[in-house]
């Protein structure tokens, strides 16, 4: 299982936008790379996925360069409520089976 | 889309007795589901793989005596925390995968139960 590191924390101002690095060297050629989001006291919440170049959706972006060693998701003109934990997860999805383990997130503090 | 729900959501108990936590999928069919634990300011850890009509596949160090699971149906996985201790208080969330509304494999997860033994 490939592991990911991320920065412990980072903070943010309201209206910025967020990007936060995720390392994962040893991805493997069937992993994708999904990112989630939890507020405390709740279990963890979709925000995107992808396997290469970039992905966008209504709520973020994800970039993954070409060896896949590292992924970037951008939160843009982040909100209050943007305050949470931001976990980085490689994982082979297509199977229902595959375990996913999180790494140790980071936690994205955004002030006023 | 899918959802997983969980059961208690909260749940206080005494030292000593057992507590059931039970994980639905309510509108797919999941025949693995995932158990995690999570102490305050840390990250999930996962406990076990559980799976539905075998026994359940426990990571190192969960002691499967202890923290016993069943998977009797295609929705319904319980994670039974035996003779629990103020040690075992934490925040125990359930997963399933299913092919959500956005065309792939997703990992939805319960909204948690906050467990605290006295």
């Known amino acids: 299982l490939a592991k990911t590191t991320q920065p412990i924390s980072m903070d943010s101002y309201e209206g910025q936008e967020v990007n936060i690095t995720c390392s994962h060297n040893?991805?493997?050629?069937?992993?994708?790379i999904t990112w989630y989001q939890q507020f405390p006291s709740q279990g963890p919440r979709f925000i995107i996925q992808?396997?290469?170049t970039k992905v966008t959706n209504e709520v973020a972006s994800l970039f993954i360069p070409a060896d896949r060693k590292s992924s970037t998701l951008s939160l843009p003109r982040v909100s209050l409520s943007d305050t949470a934990v931001y976990y980085c997860l490689v994982g082979a999805l297509s199977s229902n089976t595959g375990k996913l383990i999180f790494g140790q997130g980071t936690t994205l503090q955004v002030k006023p | 889309g899918a959802v997983v729900s969980q059961h208690p959501s909260w749940v206080i108990c005494k030292s000593g007795t057992s507590v059931k936590i039970e994980c639905r999928s309510l509108?797919?069919?999941?025949?693995?589901m995932f158990w995690y634990r999570q102490f305050p300011k840390q990250s999930l850890m996962l406990m076990a793989t559980s799976n539905e009509g075998s026994k359940a596949t426990y990571e190192q160090g969960v002691e499967k005596d202890k923290f016993l699971i069943n998977h009797a149906s295609l929705t319904l996985s319980t994670l039974t925390v035996t003779s629990a201790h103020p040690e075992d208080s934490s925040f125990y969330i359930c997963s399933a995968r299913d092919r959500g509304t956005r065309g792939f494999t997703e990992a939805f997860f319960g909204q948690g139960t906050r467990l605290t033994v006295v």
């Open positions: 040893n991805i493997a050629t069937n992993d994708y």
């Open positions: 992808g396997y290469k």
């Open positions: 509108d797919f069919q999941a025949t693995t």
